[in-house]
């Protein structure tokens, strides 16, 4: 199982950024996916999550609802993250998963930093 986020970087406030994360070694599209944060000094969270197959359900924390999007391409077995109106606040490293495997395996995440 492996995961391998992309598309991070450094964006000022008030922009946007679309993190990409492609998935191998399980039936990616039979999984639900959920995309992960960790800022310097805190726990990891989820952030926002996407049913198996279709992709129809779809959830977010509070804190990045109607600025964040999910969603997924099962044929690239990749997963998205498209990220508007980013505040500082959402600076941390982002990672992927697919929590029915028990988050056993991570990969290296991407750093998302939003400063002026």
């Known amino acids: 199982v492996q995961f391998v986020e992309s598309g991070g970087g450094l964006v000022q406030p008030g922009g946007s950024l679309r993190l990409s994360c492609v998935a191998s070694g399980f039936t990616f599209s039979g999984y639900g996916m959920r995309w992960y944060r960790q800022a310097a000094g805190k726990e990891r969270e989820s952030v926002a999550g996407?049913?198996?197959?279709?992709?129809?359900?779809?959830d977010y924390v509070d804190s990045v609802k109607g600025r964040f999007t999910i969603s997924r391409d099962n044929a690239k077995k990749t997963v998205y993250l498209q990220m508007n109106s980013l505040t500082s606040e959402d600076t941390a490293v982002y990672y992927c998963?697919?929590?029915?495997?028990?988050?056993?395996?991570w990969g290296q995440g991407t750093q998302v930093t939003v400063s002026p």
């Open positions: 998963n697919a929590p029915g495997l028990g988050l056993h395996y």
């Open positions: 996407i049913s198996s197959i279709s992709g129809r359900i779809t």
